[in-house]
T-cell receptor, first 117, second 112 residues
């Protein structure tokens, strides 16, 4: 079974440009989460999808960040326009719904390292 | 508000020595706690879950609600245990919504 995959693994862009990160969750996982770790800080929650619906986006830093999950499958996280402080590692995780037998365990992708210059 | 504190940023031990990575939490409800590990150039992976009460790769962690701690322990460290360790709390935010709150992580180095 394939794990959570993220693309690209590394992105280097200039301030003001747009970047789109992609996450493919484990097949059958309704829950999809985005987290990020900026330099020197802890990994922080950004938002949570259940299928295609945003359940909790309390961690999104500002309106330059837009997350979508069309059709409840893969998700994208767009940063437009990117700023220097957006640099960091963006993680995606997925989990199975506990109401359908899931164990409430989040499985993580390898992350996308975003460098804004 | 939920918070996870890992007081040690770096921890260095010799092979065969006992190791304890500290984790304290703050949470108003009944916590669900995890230890995740990230080996060099690999993804974050689940090491332990407090509900399971199991030992993985020789590591154990006991939830102490009185001290609000979930320290990770191993009696005899191995070089392959060198990695970044994250303590995380799974906080319930209504409905079927959960989100992980992470500590800052402890980088464990096991020297030969």
């Amino acid at each position: 079974e394939a794990g959570v995959t993220q693309f690209p693994s590394h992105s280097v862009i200039e301030k003001g440009q747009t970047v789109t990160l992609r996450c493919d969750p484990i097949s059958g996982h309704d829950n999809l989460y985005w987290y990020r770790r900026v330099m020197g800080k802890e990994i922080k929650f950004l938002l949570h999808f259940v299928k295609e619906s945003k359940q909790d986006e309390s961690g999104m830093p500002n309106n330059r960040f837009l997350a979508e999950r069309t059709g409840g499958t893969y998700s994208t996280l767009k940063v437009q326009p990117a700023e220097l402080e957006d640099s960091g590692v963006y993680f995606c995780a997925s989990s199975q719904d506990i109401r359908t037998g899931g164990r409430n365990i989040q499985y993580f992708g390898a992350g996308t390292r975003l460098s804004v210059l | 508000a939920q918070r996870v504190t890992q007081p040690e940023k770096l921890l260095s031990v010799f092979k065969g020595a006992p190791v304890e990575l500290k984790c304290n939490y703050s949470y108003s409800g009944s916590p669900e706690l995890f230890w995740y590990v990230q080996y060099s150039r690999q993804r974050l992976q689940l090491l332990l879950r407090h509900i399971s009460r199991e030992s993985i790769k020789g590591f154990t962690a006991d939830l102490n609600k009185g001290e609000t701690s979930f320290h990770l322990k191993k009696p005899f460290a191995q070089e392959e245990d060198s990695a970044m360790y994250y303590c995380a709390l799974n906080g319930y935010s209504g409905g079927s919504n959960y989100k992980l709150t992470f500590g800052k992580g402890t980088l464990l180095t096991v020297n030969p």
